[in-house]
Nanobody, 122 residues
Framework: QVQLVESGGGLVQAGGSLRLSCAVS????????MGWFRQPPGQERQFVSRLTWSGRFTTYADSVRGRFTISRDSATGTVYLQMNSLKPDDTAVYYCAAGVVLSTRPTDFRSWGQGTQVTVSS
């Protein structure tokens, strides 16, 4: 069983930056895929980014490519999402997730954190 705890959300002005963290504990197989998803108000959960446990392979949603960067600290296992040039459309609850399927669908991820709110003001 793996436990995920997100932190780092908050209120930021458009154009600003935030870094989200996902603390990972418990059994973490080396083939796990780590992902970030977000759920804007009144919308379904959306894929944001993912990386393989090795950190070698990353994928981004078109809406965030070039602005967001996913990474993992190999020493602690913490997964990060660096978000730059934030826009009001980025406002959402951001979730960290883990799974074994190389997918962008929320249903393919087994474990989820509780989420952290990101609000971008115009």
């Amino acid at each position: 069983q793996v436990q995920l705890v997100e932190s780092g959300g908050g209120l930021v002005q458009a154009g600003g930056s935030l870094r989200l963290s996902c603390a990972v504990s418990g059994r973490t197989p080396s083939n796990w895929i780590m992902g970030w998803f977000r759920q804007p108000p009144g919308q379904e959960r959306q894929f944001v980014s993912r990386l393989t446990w090795s950190g070698r392979f990353t994928t981004y949603a078109d809406s965030v490519r070039g602005r967001f960067t996913i990474s993992r600290d190999s020493a602690t296992g913490t997964v990060y999402l660096q978000m730059n040039s934030l826009k009001p459309d980025d406002t959402a609850v951001y979730y960290c997730a883990a799974g074994v399927v190389l997918s962008t669908r929320p249903t393919d991820f087994r474990s989820w954190g509780q989420g952290t709110q990101v609000t971008v003001s115009s």
